[in-house]
């Protein structure tokens, strides 16, 4: 997962994980939110392909489905082959999830001792009802989870404080410089877009706030452990925040 000896990992932007190995791991956090995207309601927020692409098969569902079994397949022949190859990526999965899984449980509460203790703001209720193991509306939990930690890493962290952050470089700035600024403005835009739309929350300080730590928190996992780190761990916290905090 991460290639911290090379020098190419070292002066990239994308940090010290490996990309292509971490697409490979949230894979099915992917496929998993779309499926789930047929059986509920739910939808990320900055979800914007599976619409289009919805549209695109004439919003049959049926080919909806197959296309991404036939997706589902495609991943599990390439998890053999690289198997048979001795090359897959998977040896340290475990250790990625249990990482993840603890910086999901301490993020949260992090995130408020720094606002009520340093920053001096009180977080709101983020206004979500505690949800029982068979409540009918655990399943939109898990699907906004995984739509969440998927497509909120993917444009967030890989796309906006990647992008960013080369661009920064290749005009001069300092690494250290860029990285911290393109985190910044990653985050900052997060924060934003919580509150962007009719299905946006309405504006709170302390919730913009709350977030944009919660932005720099998935920026700093992102930039030193991986994006497969971030996914799960943005993921793991979104759902317990929704279904059992």
Same mark, same amino acid.
């Given at each position: /997962? ?14 010290? =994980?490996?990309?292509? +190995? ?9 496929? &998993? ?59 340290g999965v475990g250790t990625m999830l249990l990482e993840s899984s603890i910086y &999901? ?9 720094? /606002? ?15 949800? +029982?193991?068979?409540?009918?509306? %655990? ?19 890989? =796309?906006? /404080? ?19 600024? &393109?985190?910044?403005? +990653? ?39 991986? %994006?497969?780190? &971030? ?10 925040? /929704?279904? %059992?905090?």
């Amino acid at each position: /997962m991460r290639t911290r000896n090379s020098h190419a990992s070292r002066s990239s932007a994308l940090g010290y =994980g490996q990309v292509t +190995s971490s697409l490979l791991l949230i894979f099915p956090l992917f496929l &998993a939110y779309e499926i789930g995207l047929l059986l509920t309601p739910a939808k990320s927020g900055v979800d914007f392909l599976s619409r289009r692409l919805f549209e695109a098969l004439g919003r049959d569902s049926s080919a909806y489905l197959n296309l991404h079994l036939a997706l589902g397949a495609a991943y599990l022949l390439l998890l053999t082959i690289l198997w048979r190859r001795n090359s897959l990526f998977l040896r340290g999965v475990g250790t990625m999830l249990l990482e993840s899984s603890i910086y &999901a449980l301490t993020l949260g509460s992090f995130i408020i001792f720094v /606002m009520d203790g340093l920053v001096g703001l009180e977080i709101m209720a983020l206004g979500y009802p505690r949800l +029982s193991m068979w409540s009918p509306e %655990l399943g939109n939990a898990l699907v906004i989870s995984l739509g969440a930690g998927v497509h909120e890493e993917l444009i967030f962290r890989l =796309g906006m /404080m990647g992008a960013s952050g080369f661009i920064l470089i290749r005009l001069g700035v300092s690494r250290s410089l860029a990285i911290v600024c &393109a985190a910044v403005l +990653s985050s900052a835009l997060f924060a934003m877009a919580h509150h962007v739309g009719v299905n946006g929350d309405a504006f709170d300080m302390s919730l913009l706030v709350y977030r944009g730590i919660a932005g720099l928190a998935f920026a700093a996992i992102f930039y030193y452990r991986s %994006l497969a780190h &971030a996914v799960y761990c943005h993921f793991l916290y979104d759902f317990y925040v /929704m279904a %059992l905090a």
